[in-house]
């Protein structure tokens, strides 16, 4: 790891007009004074005594403590947020904050509104929110080279990254792992329309430069699967070693060198957050982001002579003719099937209307079912 000294600006992590505009409103609901680039402390707190507090950025999150990034350098701190806060308002990293200066420990106690956030379903069977980085320009999806490329995951992570209101981009890492590296990335383009994809390897720079130039505007969320080569790309990106770097198991499966979602800043320009590899990737709740991720499927639903086409056997579906003719790829069409169930049911677990409408519909599937039952059996279904 380095142990370098430097002291990124808040500047330098994203710190603009609209950010202190925000930070002001948040703690005083006053148009902000002054210059953003020295951000002022502002009071704001209960009713009987005000906090003065400061802004910055929280680049880590461990158990409840957060460190925040300010003018004077990172800092650890612990969160006391307003009675009454959701799971989802603590703060996670890429989060611009209040922060209490205080002799016994600093205190976040504001956390400002979010221009973008990247949200998952919690691990296991909940519908919890997991909010992992939030406030960002765009989020990269990390996919290694020298194992088969899965479409279908790629697709998944690109609903995610639609979902968070920032630009996805794809990026083709190892390639100089590669068999045959132009058709893979032909598949990949064909599977994330709208989407750059970029090729780079850690290893002999290629792709590197230009790779940079794009996430010097701003911040990003890199997430992928383990086994990626996320670490050794950061470490790249960054110009020095911030990550550790482990190898890949002999299965192809990576182990997990990133333990914690971490913002760091680039030589180049720009912010990264560096997020753990996932195994898999939970749908929370689906606004946009499977239309985004499939424009040609949603564009053949729109041509199908009937609105409530089941896409199966009726007469002028659009989707059945691009399958015949192989102008949409059946894996395609399944993926976007799947990631549609997934939305409608975390739609059911989260919103009250949709649940109601979910058991009003089972309920006259049972009901007719019973009545099948009882004509099957002679007896009157109305008795």
Same mark, same amino acid.
């Given at each position: 790891?380095?142990?370098?000294?430097?002291?990124?600006?808040?500047?330098?992590?994203?710190?603009?007009?609209? #950010? $202190?505009?925000?930070?002001?409103?948040?703690?005083?609901?006053?148009?902000?004074?002054?210059?953003?680039?020295?951000?002022?402390?502002?009071?704001?707190?209960?009713?009987?005594?005000?906090?003065?507090?400061?802004?910055?950025?929280?680049?880590?999150?461990?158990?409840?403590? *957060?460190?925040? &990034?300010?003018?004077?350098?990172?800092?650890?701190?612990?969160?006391? /947020?307003?009675?009454?806060?959701?799971?989802?308002?603590?703060?996670?990293?890429?989060?611009? *904050?209040?922060?209490?200066?205080?002799?016994?420990?600093?205190?976040?106690?504001? @956390?400002?509104?979010?221009?973008?956030?990247?949200?998952?379903?919690?691990?296991?069977?909940?519908?919890? !929110?997991?909010?992992?980085? +939030?406030?960002?320009?765009?989020?990269?999806?990390? *996919?290694?080279?020298?194992?088969?490329?899965?479409?279908?995951?790629?697709?998944?992570?690109?609903?995610?990254?639609?979902?968070?209101?920032?630009?996805?981009?794809?990026? /083709?890492?190892?390639?100089?792992?590669?068999?045959?590296?132009?058709?893979?990335?032909?598949?990949?383009?064909?599977?994330?329309?709208?989407?750059?994809?970029?090729? @780079?390897?850690?290893?002999?720079?290629?792709?590197?430069?230009?790779?940079?130039?794009?996430?010097?505007?701003?911040? =990003?969320? /890199?997430?992928?699967?383990?086994?990626?080569?996320?670490?050794?790309?950061?470490?790249?990106?960054?110009?020095?070693?911030?990550?550790?770097?482990?190898?890949?198991?002999?299965?192809?499966?990576?182990? &997990?060198? =990133? #333990?914690?979602?971490?913002?760091?800043?680039?030589?180049?320009?720009? *912010?990264?957050?560096?997020?753990?590899?996932?195994?898999?990737?939970?749908?929370?709740?689906?606004?946009?982001?499977?239309? /985004?991720?499939?424009?040609?499927? %949603?564009?053949?639903?729109?041509?199908?002579?009937?609105?409530?086409?089941?896409?199966?056997?009726?007469?002028?579906?659009?989707?059945?003719?691009?399958? +015949?003719?192989? %102008?949409?790829?059946?894996?395609?069409? &399944?993926?976007?099937?799947?990631?549609?169930? %997934?939305?409608?049911?975390?739609?059911?677990?989260?919103?009250? !209307?949709?649940?109601?409408?979910?058991?009003?519909?089972?309920? !006259?599937?049972?009901?007719?079912?019973? $009545?099948?039952?009882?004509?099957?059996?002679?007896?009157?279904?109305? !008795?």
């Amino acid at each position: 790891m380095s142990d370098t000294t430097t002291v990124p600006t808040l500047t330098a992590l994203g710190w603009d007009d609209t #950010t $202190a505009g925000a930070f002001d409103d948040a703690v005083t609901g006053s148009p902000l004074r002054g210059s953003s680039v020295a951000p002022p402390t502002r009071n704001v707190g209960p009713k009987d005594g005000a906090f003065d507090l400061v802004p910055g950025r929280v680049g880590r999150v461990d158990r409840g403590r *957060v460190t925040v &990034h300010t003018a004077d350098g990172p800092t650890p701190a612990l969160v006391r /947020l307003p009675a009454g806060s959701e799971l989802e308002d603590q703060p996670t990293t890429g989060d611009w *904050v209040g922060l209490e200066r205080r002799p016994d420990g600093d205190v976040v106690r504001v @956390v400002l509104p979010r221009s973008s956030a990247i949200v998952r379903k919690a691990a296991g069977e909940r519908s919890d !929110a997991q909010v992992m980085a +939030a406030n960002l320009d765009h989020v990269l999806v990390a *996919v290694p080279f020298e194992t088969r490329v899965n479409l279908s995951t790629i697709e998944r992570y690109l609903v995610v990254a639609w979902e968070s209101g920032a630009q996805p981009l794809v990026v /083709l890492t190892k390639c100089d792992l590669a068999y045959d590296p132009d058709a893979t990335r032909a598949e990949v383009e064909t599977a994330a329309p709208g989407v750059d994809v970029h090729v @780079v390897s850690a290893e002999t720079g290629e792709g590197v430069d230009v790779l940079a130039a794009v996430l010097s505007g701003g911040t =990003t969320a /890199l997430v992928g699967q383990s086994g990626a080569g996320k670490s050794t790309l950061v470490n790249v990106l960054a110009g020095e070693e911030v990550q550790l770097v482990s190898g890949t198991r002999q299965d192809g499966k990576g182990r &997990h060198t =990133t #333990t914690a979602r971490e913002l760091i800043a680039l030589t180049g320009g720009g *912010v990264l957050i560096d997020t753990p590899g996932l195994r898999s990737v939970g749908l929370h709740d689906d606004g946009d982001g499977v239309a /985004l991720t499939f424009p040609d499927v %949603e564009g053949l639903i729109a041509s199908c002579r009937f609105a409530d086409c089941a896409h199966e056997t009726e007469p002028g579906c659009a989707v059945q003719a691009a399958l +015949a003719s192989g %102008e949409l790829d059946e894996r395609r069409w &399944h993926s976007w099937g799947k990631l549609q169930r %997934e939305a409608a049911w975390i739609a059911m677990r989260t919103d009250p !209307a949709a649940r109601a409408a979910a058991r009003k519909r089972w309920a !006259a599937i049972g009901k007719s079912g019973k $009545a099948q039952a009882a004509l099957k059996r002679g007896r009157d279904p109305f !008795a």
